[in-house]
């Protein structure tokens, strides 16, 4: 196993005989062809397979501009294919439950840009440098007794 090192010099040995590689990152497909990645955003999660074609992404059996109306939110989702010059190319399959609008749009672009990744790992350092692959961990507050919410007190009176 490993050997006791008495001295400082054999301890640098022992650092510079031991090179740190970079992790390699290989394409992850199924049978199908597709890539896929699970995002997450408050409270919502969205499962999406992400395979070649021409830029059709559908969010619960439904079209993106008839599930997300607001033009801000499918925006959100095109951020990761419009960082990495990927615009057009692949289709889109995914479904997306729990949270708001606003967080299942933030989730499917986490999983879009996992899926990405996974698809082509070359574009991980775009997407990364984006902070696209980054979690937004942020969840709601949970509320406290003898509070109205999380931190709003009842209204004070003197009288």
């Not at 006791?4 to 990152?25: C, D, F, I, R």
């Not at 990927?86 to 729990?98: I, K, L």
Request: glycine share 10%; charged share 30%.
């Amino acid at each position: 196993m490993a050997e006791t090192v008495q001295s400082m010099e054999g301890l640098a040995a022992l650092k510079n005989s031991q090179p740190q590689e970079a992790p390699v990152h290989v394409q992850k497909l199924d049978k199908q062809g597709r890539a896929y990645a699970t995002g997450k955003r408050k409270d919502a999660v969205a499962r999406v397979w992400l395979k070649r074609g021409s830029g059709k992404i559908t969010v619960n059996d439904r079209t993106v501009e008839v599930y997300f109306a607001r033009p801000v939110l499918r925006m959100i989702i095109q951020q990761p294919f419009l960082a990495s010059n990927r615009g057009g190319q692949y289709d889109v399959v995914c479904t997306v439950s729990g949270g708001g609008l606003s967080g299942q749009a933030g989730a499917l672009r986490h999983g879009v840009s996992r899926a990405l990744t996974f698809f082509e790992p070359e574009l991980r350092g775009v997407l990364k440098k984006g902070g696209f692959l980054t979690r937004d961990s942020r969840v709601v507050e949970r509320k406290k007794y003898g509070k109205k919410k999380a931190r709003r007190s009842f209204q004070f009176s003197k009288r």
